[in-house]
C-alpha cells in the first residue's frame, strides 16, 4: 500500500492504518505517519490495511417465481472500520470471496419469491435485504459496508424479446382503441354537420318558397289596385305566361344544357297557373289560422 517499513521504524500513508505485533500478538494500531519500532522488544510492522471505499461487482445467476433464468450485477461499495482494523486484519484472509458468498446466499433466497415483473419493481428492496445482512455479518470482521446497488437486472435473450413483442402488441391495441375512437368522432361530427346543413337547407328553401309567395300576393294586389276590371286569376295568368317565357328564354341562351322536352301550350299553363294559386290561397290560410 504504499508504507515504508524500516528496521527500527515505518511510515503509514494517508487513508491507511497498521497493524504493529509484538512477539508475533497484536499489540496496536498504527495510524498514518511515521511510527518507531523496536525491533529489540520483538515490534514489528505486520501489515497495512487501506481504509478507502473499495467496490466490489457481483454477478448472480437464479431465477425468479415464473422459471425465468436471470443474471444480477451487485455493486458493493465497503471499507474497514478504522478501530476495528485488526478483526479485518486476522478474522478474513479473502474478504471478497466472504462478501461475494453472502451476497449469493441472499440474493438466491428473494428473488426465487418474485416473478421477472416484481423483480425490475422491486429490485431496490432487493439490494436492501442483501445490505441488511452483510451488515450483521461483516460488522463483526471490522468491515462497514457503504451501499449496494443493483446495477443490472438481465433476463434470457428469448424473456427479453418476448418482453418486447408483448409491450409491441399492447401499444399497438391502445393505439387502434384511440384510431377507433377518433373515427368515431369523426363520424359522429360529419353525421351532425350534414343534419344541421340538411336543416338549414330546409330553412332556406322554406323562406325561399315564403318569399316568393309574398312576392306574387303582392304584385298581383297592386296590379289589381291599378288596373280596374282585372281580377286576380287573370293577373296570376299573367304572371304565369310571362314567368314561362322567360324561363324557355333562359334555357335557350345557356350552352351547357342538354335537350329538354317540355310540355308547350296554354293548356299547360292553366295548369300551372292552378297550381300556384292553390298554393297561395293555402299559404293565406295557414297564416290566418
Same mark, same amino acid.
Given at each position: ?16 492504518? !497498521? ?26 510492522? =505486520? ?6 471505499? /473499495? ?68 429490485? !431496490?428492496?432487493?439490494?436492501? =435485504? ?27 435473450? /428469448? ?31 360529419? =353525421?351532425?354537420?350534414?343534419?344541421? =346543413?340538411?336543416?338549414? !337547407? ?13 312576392? *306574387? ?13 282585372? /281580377? ?15 324561363? +324557355?328564354?333562359?334555357?335557350?341562351? /345557356? ?16 295548369? +300551372? ?5 292553390? !298554393? *297561395? ?6 297564416? +290566418?289560422?
Amino acid at each position: 500500500m504504499g508504507n515504508t517499513v524500516c528496521l527500527f521504524g515505518g511510515c503509514i500513508p494517508q487513508s491507511n492504518v !497498521g497493524v504493529v505485533e509484538q512477539w508475533g500478538r497484536f499489540q496496536r494500531l498504527a495510524q498514518p505517519g511515521f511510527h518507531f519500532f523496536n525491533p529489540f522488544a520483538g515490534e514489528w510492522l =505486520a501489515g497495512v490495511l487501506s481504509t478507502r471505499i /473499495s467496490s466490489l461487482d457481483v454477478r448472480i445467476e437464479t431465477k425468479t417465481k415464473d422459471n425465468v433464468f436471470v443474471q444480477l450485477l451487485c455493486s458493493i461499495q465497503y471499507r474497514v472500520i478504522k478501530e476495528n482494523a485488526d478483526d479485518a486484519f486476522y478474522e478474513l484472509q479473502n474478504p471478497k470471496e466472504q462478501i461475494q458468498a453472502y451476497v449469493f446466499d441472499v440474493t438466491r433466497a428473494i428473488v426465487p419469491r418474485m416473478n421477472l415483473d416484481e423483480l425490475f419493481e422491486q429490485k !431496490g428492496e432487493v439490494a436492501k =435485504a442483501v445490505l441488511e445482512e452483510l451488515e450483521k455479518v461483516m460488522g463483526e470482521y471490522g468491515y462497514n459496508i457503504e451501499h449496494i446497488l443493483m446495477v443490472d437486472i438481465i433476463p434470457d435473450d /428469448s424473456v427479453r424479446r418476448a418482453m418486447n413483442e408483448i409491450n409491441a402488441a399492447q401499444r399497438m391495441q391502445l393505439a387502434s382503441v384511440y384510431k377507433g375512437e377518433a373515427e368515431k368522432i369523426l363520424q359522429v361530427k360529419k =353525421a351532425e354537420a350534414e343534419a344541421e =346543413a340538411k336543416y338549414l !337547407g330546409g330553412v332556406g328553401v322554406a323562406r325561399q318558397r315564403q318569399a316568393i309567395t309574398d312576392g *306574387l300576393r303582392e304584385n298581383i294586389l297592386n296590379f289589381s289596385h291599378k288596373v280596374e276590371g282585372t /281580377s286576380a286569376k287573370e293577373v296570376m295568368d299573367l304572371i304565369m305566361i310571362t314567368q314561362y317565357f322567360d324561363t +324557355i328564354k333562359d334555357l335557350g341562351n /345557356s350552352s351547357k344544357n342538354t335537350t329538354v322536352f317540355i310540355p308547350h301550350g296554354p293548356g299547360h299553363v292553366r295548369d +300551372i297557373g292552378e297550381q300556384i294559386r292553390n !298554393g *297561395l290561397m293555402e299559404s293565406a290560410s295557414a297564416q +290566418i289560422g
